[in-house]
T-cell receptor, first 113, second 109 residues
């Protein structure tokens, strides 16, 4: 079934630990995105990639890094997790055209203690 | 700064009609999106407006007025499964989506 998968579904992490959230899409979309969603706030863009090999910073990039080695995968790494990074993380992808729509993965619920 | 405003919560009755408003102030405009998000799930695409006017898609319609920085989502013949949050998002001059906090819609029988 075509779509976006994320792993893990949920994770509890000790502060200071390193964590990589995985995202894979099989729709051959050029663009991919990482958002965080916190209660009472809109989705906020962390990092994005318009095409394989390129990445860019979004609204809230501090404490996060990404890579885009190929079209399908777009992992998000927290180098040293802090409690303020407790959130639900959504990966999304789009074809990259001007009128395109973003499609979302199921999300990862991350708790940093 | 950039801002998307929508009501935090609305309540409606099964079978009725509800209108969810969204006002925006963004640096540039390249389209407005509405997404539906059920609790604990991912947002799913509902509609896209880039020109002024009404776009109809089954029970859902979306309206845009670019001069007023205003959009609404109209849901007709409400069903219990429509209970969800509805997210308004505007694509700005950098082609990034700016998201509202969402409107939680509660449907009562």
């Amino acid at each position: 079934i075509a779509g976006i998968t994320q792993a893990p579904t949920s994770q509890i992490l000790a502060a200071g630990r390193r964590m990589t959230l995985r995202c894979t899409q099989d729709m051959r979309h050029n663009a991919m995105y990482w958002y965080r969603q916190d209660l009472g706030l809109g989705l906020r863009l962390i990092h994005y990639s318009n095409t394989a090999g390129t990445t860019g910073k979004g609204e809230v990039p501090d404490g996060y890094s990404v890579s885009r080695a190929n079209t399908d995968d777009f992992p998000l790494t927290l180098a040293s997790a802090v409690p303020s990074q407790t959130s639900v993380y959504f990966c999304a992808s789009s074809s990259g055209l001007e009128t395109d729509t973003q499609y979302f993965g199921p999300g990862t619920r991350l708790t940093v203690l | 700064g950039q801002n998307i405003d929508q009501p935090t919560e609305m309540t409606a009755t099964e079978g009725a009609i509800v209108q969810i408003n969204c006002t925006y102030q963004t640096s540039g405009f390249n389209g407005l999106f509405w997404y539906q998000q059920h609790a604990g799930e991912a947002p799913t695409f509902l509609s896209y407006n880039v020109l002024d006017g009404l776009e109809e898609k089954g029970r859902f319609s979306s309206f845009l007025s670019r001069s007023k920085g205003y959009s609404y989502l109209l849901l007709k013949e409400l069903q219990m499964k429509d209970s969800a949050s509805y997210l308004c998002a505007v694509r700005d001059s950098n082609y990034q989506l700016i998201w509202g906090a969402g409107t939680k819609l509660i449907i009562k029988p």
